[in-house]
């Protein structure tokens, strides 16, 4: 039971951030307001994949630092995208600002692939369960220029 635990609290913590932006942005989502583009989900997907997405980062991070292996550079980038990735949907639904959103979440994709390599590097299997966020990322950057684009 105490190994559980010890898994559990690397996934709480980006599951807690998740949460609280969640809670921050929820009275500001215009989701159904919005011309979206081609391929947009529905509006249920995003806490959906989002959690499971969440998850994902605490158990990647998880498996690294019970090898102990984060040092201060991987701690750095983990946390340093789990700040953009937060601050991204204040920008997008709270400030409206959708083009500063894109050029923001290009900075998220430019990160999350630092932090890929470098928890690759370090463990196959934690850079690799990082894949699906890369792509829901990359994904999310068309839909938010498609959002500009389509609503400016």
Same mark, same amino acid.
């Given at each position: 039971?105490?190994?559980?635990?010890?898994?559990?609290?690397?996934?709480? @913590?980006?599951?807690? @951030?998740?949460?609280i932006v969640?809670?921050?942005?929820?009275?500001?989502?215009?989701?159904?307001?919005?011309?979206?583009?081609?391929?947009?989900?529905?509006?249920?997907?995003f806490?959906? @994949?989002?959690?499971?997405?969440?998850?994902?980062?605490?158990?990647?991070?998880?498996?690294?630092s019970?090898?102990?292996?984060?040092?201060?550079?991987?701690?750095?980038i983990y946390?340093l995208?789990?700040?953009?990735?937060?601050?991204w949907?204040?920008?997008?639904?709270?400030?409206?600002?959708?083009?500063?959103?894109?050029?923001?979440?290009?900075?998220?994709?430019?990160?999350?692939?630092?932090?890929i @390599?470098?928890?690759?590097k370090?463990?196959?299997?934690a850079?690799?369960?990082?894949?699906?966020?890369?792509?829901?990322?990359?994904?999310?950057?068309?839909?938010?220029?498609g959002v500009?684009?389509?609503?400016?």
């Amino acid at each position: 039971m105490n190994k559980f635990f010890s898994k559990l609290k690397y996934i709480i @913590v980006p599951v807690i @951030v998740g949460g609280i932006v969640g809670i921050i942005i929820s009275s500001f989502i215009d989701y159904d307001n919005l011309s979206k583009p081609f391929l947009s989900p529905p509006k249920i997907a995003f806490p959906i @994949v989002w959690t499971i997405l969440y998850i994902l980062m605490g158990f990647s991070y998880g498996i690294l630092s019970e090898k102990n292996l984060v040092d201060s550079k991987t701690k750095f980038i983990y946390y340093l995208q789990l700040g953009i990735n937060a601050l991204w949907s204040i920008f997008f639904f709270v400030l409206k600002c959708r083009l500063f959103a894109f050029i923001w979440i290009l900075l998220l994709d430019i990160v999350v692939i630092f932090m890929i @390599v470098n928890f690759y590097k370090k463990d196959k299997k934690a850079g690799l369960i990082q894949i699906p966020y890369l792509i829901w990322i990359l994904f999310a950057s068309y839909l938010n220029l498609g959002v500009y684009l389509l609503n400016k």
